[in-house]
């Protein structure tokens, strides 16, 4: 029994796939779970209470009140009992509520008082999840620190194919017990990362910048995070709001400024992740007042920024592991590796431009990672988050090897 002695609050919510709630259930307590089921008002629509409550051993809990006695069911209580809260499944009316805190039933209050880490499997039809507005609620919850278990791809309830359904209920338990399993292996540690583009003045109103969203870099926060490291992300100008009390947050402008904050903190840690995209060049002088359209043409004298990676790998001491990234267009593997040489740094992450759907402002990244010993390892198109676990997974094998891990 591989989940003995664990406490689970299962949120179940108003879909189709609620009747897969019940086989998730019985998996996990086979699997020695102790389980405290909650129900929205709707999800007792497609599966009773008396399933679940029989599958649990527990009366289930939905409303803020017994009716029977009018006893007051704690969220607060609920939500520090649990080891892990897991919705699933989650409709797009509940992943809505909980990205905005909109606490009008018992799971969304029970999830807001949740000390636990929080794993969701959204269900619904192909069209609702992919509406741009279910995915921004997605990625808020992502960057709010929940772990999200991707829907998988086939036939929908409506009869239509696609992305959307709940991912099976064996499948979700085997995730539980990864996620137990896992060992914070990086405890303690601290690194830097950055993250996003630089703006570089041209004037008060006008600046260089670059179309990195800074994805990736939250995202490669967010595992260090997971495997126990404290972080501290040294962020250019981004649409994310960090809300994760782990990752402190030092926003930048300029490559100048992110040199400066990261050459002030790199000795403090025990390594960095340069994810950011830093202006190679900046404009020699800026402008006090508004350029003004007054000629034909206009030269704007540009002068190279410091490298922020490199000076890095001339101060890293043996203790401490530096990764980069590389985006190249030909030569790739070759010019990868040339520049983890020349930067000093241990791994470094090539995203090609040739391949779609990787790099700037898309969720989706395929990397190849090179170390020292120039093996590549090549990876597939994932999530801009499984692909940050396969980084920092990388990092804690290197870190392994040097013998800076304790076992
Ligand atoms: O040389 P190139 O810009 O391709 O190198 C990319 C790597 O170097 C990335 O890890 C990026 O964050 C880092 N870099 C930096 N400072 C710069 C330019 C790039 O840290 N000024």
Redesign the pocket.
């Given at each position: 029994m591989r989940l003995s002695g664990k406490h689970i609050v299962l949120g179940v919510t108003g879909s189709i796939a609620a009747y897969k709630a019940a086989y998730l259930l019985r998996g996990l307590v086979k699997e020695g779970a102790e389980v405290q089921v909650v129900m929205t008002p709707s999800a007792k629509e497609f599966i009773t209470s008396v399933t679940m409550s029989a599958l649990s051993g527990k009366p289930v809990i939905s409303e803020f009140f017994s009716t029977n006695d009018g006893s007051w069911n704690s969220h607060v209580d609920l939500g520090q009992w649990a080891d892990l809260m897991l919705i699933a499944p989650a409709t797009a009316a509940t992943l809505g509520k909980m990205a905005h805190a909109v606490c009008d039933n018992m799971l969304i209050t029970t999830y807001l008082s949740a000390k636990c880490p929080v794993m969701i499997a959204p269900a619904m039809d192909l069209d609702m999840f992919r509406h741009p507005a279910n995915l921004r609620n997605i990625e808020l919850l992502r960057a709010d620190g929940n772990l999200i278990i991707e829907p998988g791809e086939g036939a929908l309830a409506s009869g239509l194919h696609g992305k959307g359904r709940m991912e099976e209920p064996d499948v979700i338990v085997e995730e539980v017990i990864k996620f137990f399993g896992q060992k914070k292996k990086l405890l303690n540690k601290h690194f830097l990362v950055?993250a996003g583009p630089t703006y570089e003045k041209i004037d008060p109103v006008r600046f260089i910048g670059n179309y990195s969203s800074g994805k990736m870099g939250y995202a490669i926060a967010h595992e260090l995070v997971r495997a126990g490291a404290k972080v501290t992300l040294v962020s250019g100008p981004v649409e994310i709001k960090n809300t994760n009390p782990q990752i402190k947050v030092i926003a930048v402008e300029s490559?100048h400024e992110m040199h400066e904050a990261c050459i002030g903190l790199f000795p403090q840690t025990d390594g960095a992740v340069?994810?950011?995209?830093?202006?190679?060049f900046t404009p020699v002088q800026v402008a006090g007042s508004k350029i003004k359209r007054e000629k034909d043409d206009l030269m704007i004298q540009l002068k190279p920024?410091?490298?922020?990676?490199s000076d890095l790998g001339q101060m890293k001491s043996d203790q401490q592991l530096l990764v980069?990234?590389?985006?190249e267009t030909d030569d790739e593997l070759s010019n990868a590796f040339a520049?983890l040489t020349r930067?000093n740094l241990d791994l470094i992450v090539l995203n090609s431009l040739n391949d779609h759907g990787a790099g700037f402002g898309v969720d989706t990244n395929k990397i190849t990672l090179i170390g020292k010993n120039n093996n590549p390892a090549f990876f597939e198109l994932k999530s801009k988050a499984e692909v940050a676990a396969d980084i920092v997974a990388a990092m804690v094998s290197e870190m392994e090897r040097k013998g800076k891990l304790q076992e």
């Open positions: 950055t490559a340069m994810c950011a995209a830093v202006a190679d920024t410091r490298d922020i990676a980069g990234f590389a985006l520049k930067k």
